[in-house]
């Protein structure tokens, strides 16, 4: 499997057919986009990366598609936090922070149909932001309490975090994969965060050749 950048747009055709298979889930994506468009951007994104690492993992195809589905849906908590908190640039008063932490149990709340019937993995929605060495939230998890698909969603939402240029700080995958890497086994799982460089060297060597490629064809066309 050789991962991809892609573009939300991109993202968003893949999520369109959705629409026809799993109204609710595309409903929701709606309902968040509209409530907090950088959300819904950063959903996408996560839901993307998140499936690159199970499919390198060997899940099957009824496991990807469950995480692909919580992942698109993670942060769906958000719903019940202000656009103006969402927003907020500025040190959160504590009574905010709590507000926000509040979010994966929001999530989990409203996806519970889906997680009753096994179509979300409600593990993933609540953890989303639990760290391995128990400073996360929403209940101070450490590693053997925090599921895999919670790890990979972590991962690929700070991974997204990082190097999203429209909505946060647009760090390269070099600068993002550092920090990433300083952080393994206290934040995020390292053997995912190796998995993740891991792929994203395949996919330079593949462009790399595709750009020997198409410079040897322009050679040879200039010649004929």
């Not at 994966?104 to 149909?113: C, E, N, S």
């Not at 410079?215 to 040879?220: G, I, L, S, T, W």
């Amino acid at each position: 499997m050789r991962t991809t950048v892609a573009t939300v747009e991109q993202i968003e055709q893949d999520v369109k057919a959705l629409e026809r298979r799993e109204p609710q889930v595309a409903f929701l994506l709606k309902r968040l986009k509209r409530h907090h468009a950088p959300t819904y951007r950063q959903s996408l994104l996560t839901a993307h990366y998140s499936l690159q690492l199970a499919q390198a993992l060997g899940f099957d195809g009824n496991e990807c598609r469950v995480l692909y589905r919580t992942a698109l849906l993670h942060d769906i908590g958000k719903l019940h936090v202000s656009r103006e908190l969402l927003d907020s640039r500025h040190r959160l008063y504590q009574g905010d922070v709590w507000k926000l932490q509040e979010h994966p149990k929001h999530g989990a709340d409203i996806l519970a149909a889906m997680i009753a019937d096994g179509s979300v993995d409600g593990e993933a929605v609540l953890h989303h932001h639990e760290n391995l060495d128990g400073t996360g939230y929403p209940f101070g998890l450490t590693w053997k309490a925090i599921s895999l698909n919670a790890r990979i969603i972590r991962l690929a939402s700070n991974y997204t975090d990082m190097t999203d240029a429209q909505t946060s700080l647009g760090l390269s995958h070099e600068e993002a994969l550092e920090e990433l890497y300083a952080w393994s086994d206290v934040l995020f799982d390292a053997d995912l965060v190796e998995l993740m460089n891991h792929l994203f060297r395949e996919r330079m060597r593949d462009e790399k050749r595709k750009g020997e490629i198409a410079y040897d064809v322009v050679k040879r066309n200039r010649k004929s």
